[in-house]
């Protein structure tokens, strides 16, 4: 929250030493430069050099004011206030402020702090010594009585150490504490350096033009919950970012903290532009391997034959089946608590369209996405000319991103997750990957690992609060179908291969032939991931001398039915709780593995293999709660079945362990709503009476402009 050293930033630089980029980063500094901390001397010459710089600069550059009257009317009327700056624009400050009144700059404690403390003393401001490290809460009993005794203080609430940009709750705190408004400030200029430091610090160049922009007060409530603060929180980083972007337009430099090229961007849509010919075969191709709709391919060019509706509309794009069944709970509470709002859900998949089609909450509508060609995007956002985008997981097109971005769309990315091979080949194409990532107001990741890979690739503003997937309601099932295959399979054992990937057939069918030696009369039932693929399965079931039944031609399950082929979409829930036991695929076959709380749910006893990096955190949670086992082949997946069909008693248990785990991961959907809630309050006010009471959140953000 607090500026570790700006000044020091121009030192480090000045003195040849390697920029700061984290604590894990920072390099012994050189025997002059303790020297140079260490001599009260030098210390002193080095801060008369960059006072000097910073008058210099002032005073040779061209110099415009916007909203310089709100501070002033503020002091008028008596109030004190926080002044909010990002740390990375810290340098030109004090000349906005020009001794308007008494003013407390809070400052790292760090002996490397002092260089900045003793140069904003030139300009009639005074220094707090604190940090989140050291001296914190003597600094904010200080902060809190010079704003009692009518005094302003100066935060950078990205500071010390960052992410730069990215606002802590530090500052909401303070402000509600002092119960004083926030008012945030920035400058820029046509000539500057942005240094290769944590905060990408800029420093200005004279003989150009600048512009100080002061934001209208943020005022806080005193009683806020652990929402609220955070809805205040992203209300002071959104606009403190919008103005640090308007104040760059204002002087003509690029928004970004660094340059970004567009050459690749330009290459990538002059490459699919002259694809365009070649769609309607592409399209063709898919079609005939099952992968697209043939009533609705118009759709994937961004034509449609839906209106769009009126009001204000939200665009929630999940690329298949996994993320869309992910976002079902996040649509029905947004239509639930906030009925004004409209929602066009995209999916890529004909599985996922299946999925939704009897799921869907009511008055949501949905689109195939259009391909990433750059007309029929164009189509798309043209037609459905939405109000805030919304992304989940990890499918990011060039194009769609992009073009939603330049057309001033906000965009959020949720339960956002990128493999380490995903990451190692984007980090190949930084220039397309970094304006993509940056052009999202918010990235919420599934886990801390997540963000940090978002981060390293760009992304501005990311946030680690777990998996919307957690939050998903049971699957359902149809009770008359249910009923009838139990009637079918008696008193069976049986157990769940589900979702399953090519080569997971197989280990599965193998394990059915050592378990069924010593349980006569298994059944074991195969839920591919892919449904489509059902013939090709069947073929190689019968290879191995397996009896098949297909639900999708609706064949029984008879006394001598092996495997019950279940290849039909959305019937998920129906299969696990016929079970009890349940493998979750794509975890042997390298795919990632799939959402295991999907079985916890419905009283299964969790099977996964070794590689379940899609849910990473959620197969930590079951492992460590005793409610799951890693098996690593058809031999170790026999022996963990049999030993659940032998043991009752410790498959209950199992089971009983992971339907607590998964009920705990709940929370995660109140968590996100309660993150995207400025967003979503922007286009319609939730309505008290629709909020849900086992999730009160406190609307206690005034907004002085008008602007939530």
Known sequence: MKPSSPASTICRQRLGRPPRRDSADVKAPSRWGRHLFRSEGLRRLLCWVIQLYIRFVYRTNR??????????????????????????????????????????????????????????????????????????????????????AGDCVGITPDGPRGPAMHASTGIVNAARLARVPIVPVTFATSGRWVLSTWDRFHLALPFGRGVFVWG????????????????????????????????????????????????????????????????RLFLKRRQYRGKEDGA?????????????????????????????????????RIVEERPR??????????????????????????????LDLPRPVERFLDHWRPDLAIWIESELWPNLVLETHRRGIPMLLLNARLSERSVTRWRALPGLIRPMLQAFALCLAQDEIQAERLSRLGARAVASVGDLKTAAEPLAADPAALDELRHQIGARPVWLAASTHPGEEEIAAAAHHSIVRSHPGLLTIIAPRHPVRGEAITKVLEASGLRVAR??????????????????????????????????????????????????????????????????????????????????????????????????????????????????????????????????????????????????????????????
């Not at 000349?95 to 009144?101: D, E, G, I, N, P």
């Not at 407390?104 to 989140?132: E, K, P, Q, W």
């Not at 509309?313 to 029905?332: D, I, N």
């Open 63 to 148: 110099w415009s004011v916007e909203g310089g009257d709100i501070p002033v009317r503020l002091r008028q009327h008596g109030r004190p206030f926080i002044l909010a700056f990002w740390h990375g624009r810290l340098l030109m400050i004090p000349m906005a402020w020009q001794r308007l009144a008494p003013m407390h700059m809070l400052i790292s404690s760090h002996r490397d702090g002092r260089i900045i403390a003793d140069a904003v003393t030139y300009f009639g401001v005074n220094s707090i010594a604190g940090s989140t490290r050291r001296g914190g809460m003597t600094a904010l009993r200080i902060m809190l009585k010079q704003l009692a």
């Open 216 to 279: 209208e007060p943020i005022e806080v409530e005193p009683e806020l919950d652990e929402a609220g603060v955070e809805h205040a929180r992203l209300l002071v980083e959104n606009r403190m970012n919008e103005m640090a972007e308007h104040a760059d337009r204002r002087v003509g430099r690029s928004s970004g903290e660094r340059r970004q090229s567009t050459v690749l961007p330009a290459l990538y849509r002059a490459l699919t532009a002259a694809l365009t010919p070649f769609v």
């Open 551 to 708: 639900r999708a031609r609706s064949e029984p399950i008879t006394r001598e039915t092996d495997v019950y082929l279940a290849d039909t979409l959305g019937e998920l829930g129906l299969f696990f709780r016929l079970s009890g036991i349940a493998l979750i695929g794509g975890s042997l076959a390298g795919k990632g593995g799939h959402n295991p709380f999907e079985a916890a749910r419905l009283d299964c006893a969790v099977l996964h293999g070794p590689d379940m990096a899609n849910c990473a955190a959620m197969a930590d949670a079951l492992a460590a709660a005793g409610a799951s086992e890693t098996v690593r082949d058809a031999e170790t997946l026999a022996r963990a079945v049999m030993r659940l069909l032998d043991d009752p008693q410790l498959r209950n248990a199992r089971a009983a362990n992971a339907r607590q785990v998964a009920a705990a991961g709940s929370a995660a959907l109140d968590t996100v709503l309660g993150r995207i809630a400025p967003w979503l309050d922007a286009l319609a006010p939730i309505e008290a009476a629709k909020m849900p009471s086992a999730t009160p959140r406190a609307v206690a953000v005034r907004h002085a402009d008008a602007r939530a």
């Open 296 to 332: 609705r391919v118009a759709e994937r060019l961004g034509i449609t034959t839906l209106r769009r509706p009126p009001g204000p509309l939200v665009w929630l794009h999940a690329a298949s089946v996994g993320e869309a069944a992910s976002v079902l709970a996040l649509m029905q």
């Open 341 to 370: 709002i409209g929602i066009v859900a995209t999916t890529g998949t004909v599985a996922a369209a299946r999925l939704l089609e009897t799921r869907l909450p009511e008055g949501v509508v949905h689109q195939f996405v259009p």
